[in-house]
């Protein structure tokens, strides 16, 4: 099986290949294609070492799996492309997101959407991902009916620039900024370029991406993104309301259940899911800080870590692959 992966240099291509070593991907060809200027560097996987490759390289070798992360306008050109030679694309960007011809799937809620005929499938934000992991269970049982989500949103989320810009000024280095402000010390409360409507497009991801993920357009959700000086995950504060009252002892065993989730939550001894300590380098969901909302008995306030580099992007990535070669036969 012959997999390339598109942005293999990137932040997310690097963890995509982490991600296929660990679970045991069965790769007997690993493709990685990167930019002009890293073409011919080598990258070690598996054991060996492997010669970066350009796009049209890349499609001649008709690899099985194309994992796409390397921009919206990258993937708009040569995820087709690549479909057209017969490779899946599972594209991280979000230039498919939307598109209502492409699958947009986070396997545990909606993998029964793929068919054979998708050649390219993509990957949610990773804000929505974490976020329905844990609608999808309760949304079952009780219905949502509206969510109202902050977000706290990790440096990675933007790339090694923003590492980079984050940790120059920690150590009051003079480098290269990728924001508008000073991140170390402080919270920009803008994720992408603001609408027309006063929200970031980050903002618009969610609420879009949820309806079509869950396959529920009722679904209302009210976002405000804000990136904060973070590594190690993504996390978010959430009042979910629903059509029926919820039981809180119900909740958390629907939550516990739900594969990919973790709970951590145990005010008694102040244990809470915490992005650096508890979700960075890990695959699951975690949640805690599960509690009736005392002004609204239909709803819940939770809270909810994951690493966005992971189950985010390249571990969903990963996973759709997976699910293909599992449940789909061509």
């Known amino acids: 099986m012959k997999v390339a992966v598109v942005g293999a240099t990137g932040l997310v291509g690097t963890k995509m290949l982490e ?136 440096v990675t989320g933007t790339g090694k620039k923003a590492v980079d810009q984050l940790m120059n000024e920690r150590a009051g280095i003079e480098g290269e900024m990728a924001y508008k402000y000073h991140i170390d010390m402080n919270l920009i409360p803008q994720i992408d370029v603001f609408q027309e409507n006063g929200y970031t497009k980050e903002e618009m991801k969610m609420v879009l991406e949820t309806k079509k993920i869950m396959e529920d357009d009722s679904i209302l959700v009210s976002p405000t993104c804000v990136r904060v000086p973070v590594m190690g995950g993504h996390s978010e504060s959430c009042n979910i309301e629903f059509e029926q009252q919820p039981d809180l002892n119900e909740v958390k065993k629907l939550l516990g259940s739900f594969p990919g989730i973790t709970i951590v939550d145990n005010p008694a001894a102040q244990e809470y899911p915490m992005p650096f300590i508890h979700a960075q380098n890990k695959d699951d969901v975690f949640v805690g800080r599960i509690r009736l909302d005392e002004t609204n008995p239909h709803a819940i306030n939770c809270w909810i870590v994951s690493d966005n580099l992971r189950k985010g992007a390249a571990t969903n990535a990963v996973q759709i692959a997976e699910f293909l070669i599992t449940n789909l036969k061509s």
Not at 39 to 65: C, E, Q, Y
Not at 77 to 93: L, Q, R, Y
Not at 107 to 136: F, R, W, Y
């Open 19 to 154: 991600v296929l070593a660990e679970r045991g991907f069965p790769v007997t060809e690993l493709i990685p294609v990167a930019s002009e200027k890293s073409v011919g560097k080598d990258v070690f996987w598996g054991g060996k070492s492997w010669k970066v490759v350009d796009m049209n390289t890349a499609i001649d070798l008709r690899p099985t799996f194309a994992l796409f992360s390397a921009g919206g306008g990258t993937s708009l050109e040569w995820a087709p492309k690549f479909a057209a030679v017969g490779t899946v694309v599972i594209d991280n960007s979000s230039a498919w997101r939307m598109d209502p011809s492409k699958k947009l799937v986070v396997p545990e809620i909606n993998g029964h959407v793929i068919t054979t005929q998708d050649k390219i499938i993509a990957n949610p934000n990773c804000s929505t991902i974490q976020m329905v992991m844990v609608l999808k269970p309760l949304h079952d049982r009780y219905k949502v009916k509206r969510v109202v989500v902050s977000t706290y949103q990790s």
